[in-house]
Antibody, heavy 123, light 108 residues
Framework: EVQLVQSGAGVKKPGESLKISCKGS????????INWVRQVPGRGLEWMGR????????SYSPSFQGHVTISLDKSITTAYLQWSSLRASDAAMYYC????????????????WGQGTLVTVSS | SYVLTQPPSVSVAPGKTARITCGGN??????VHWYQQKPGQAPVLLIY???GRPSGIPERISGSNSGNTATLTISRVGAGDEADYYC???????????FGGGTKLTVL
């Protein structure tokens, strides 16, 4: 069974750092990209970026470039999203998703989603 | 960058057909994917490649895509279909994912 299991909710103060995780299991981890998607409460879905576990190539949305870092540890089939200095506006639910790489039958769409990690930023 | 436009809300009576649109410049040349999100839950893939249904998605849910509009159609709507619906494409120019703003479906 394919699963993406995310780390638990985090409560931080503005300016603090945070790293959340997403562990993939039940499939060949290197055959699928991992994406991160933000959802501010009451708002829509925003794509943040993706990472290719095969070569660690990363692509960021211009809206998030420079403010977050996407990474992974292939040995434990886990992807990460981290902030070095949180802002109040980072408070949101964050989802990791799986997407097939180009030229595969599951390219271009998110076929599995993690359960979400709620990030609260408050002084 | 590529923009997808959805109506903020759609209302439909029980048992009727709901149609949710997703507008984009020449969207018919792209593959459109749809997701359903119920309150407090993660989104779920409903339709891929315009009209493909993942395992477990009923046949009363279908998709189409032509010209500047893609459409998600839900037949015989019931209370369990109340949710937010999002369209999504892959922008091959930027190699980025693009989501529509989402549509809230209300069953009257």
């Amino acid at each position: 069974e394919v699963q993406l299991v995310q780390s638990g909710a985090g409560v931080k103060k503005p300016g603090e750092s945070l790293k959340i995780s997403c562990k993939g299991s039940g499939y060949s981890f290197t055959n699928y990209w991992i994406n991160w998607v933000r959802q501010v409460p009451g708002r829509g879905l925003e794509w943040m970026g993706r990472i290719d576990p095969r070569d660690s190539y990363i692509s960021y949305s211009p809206s998030f470039q420079g403010h977050v870092t996407i990474s992974l540890d292939k040995s434990i089939t886990t992807a990460y999203l981290q902030w070095s200095s949180l802002r109040a506006s980072d408070a949101a639910m964050y989802y990791c998703t799986r997407m097939g790489r180009e030229y595969t039958s599951s390219f271009g769409f998110h076929d599995y989603w993690g359960q979400g990690t709620l990030v609260t930023v408050s002084s | 960058s590529y923009v997808l436009t959805q109506p903020p809300s759609v209302s439909v009576a029980p048992g009727k057909t709901a149609r949710i649109t997703c507008g984009g410049n020449n969207i018919g040349s792209k593959s459109v994917h749809w997701y359903q999100q119920k309150p407090g839950q993660a989104p779920v893939l409903l339709i891929y490649y315009d009209n493909g249904r993942p395992s477990g998605i009923p046949e009363r849910i279908s998709g189409s895509n032509s010209g500047n509009t893609a459409t998600l159609t839900i037949s015989r709507v019931g209370a369990g279909d109340e949710a937010d619906y999002y369209c999504q494409v892959w922008d091959s120019v930027t190699e980025h994912v693009v989501f529509g703003g989402g549509t809230k479906l209300t069953v009257l």
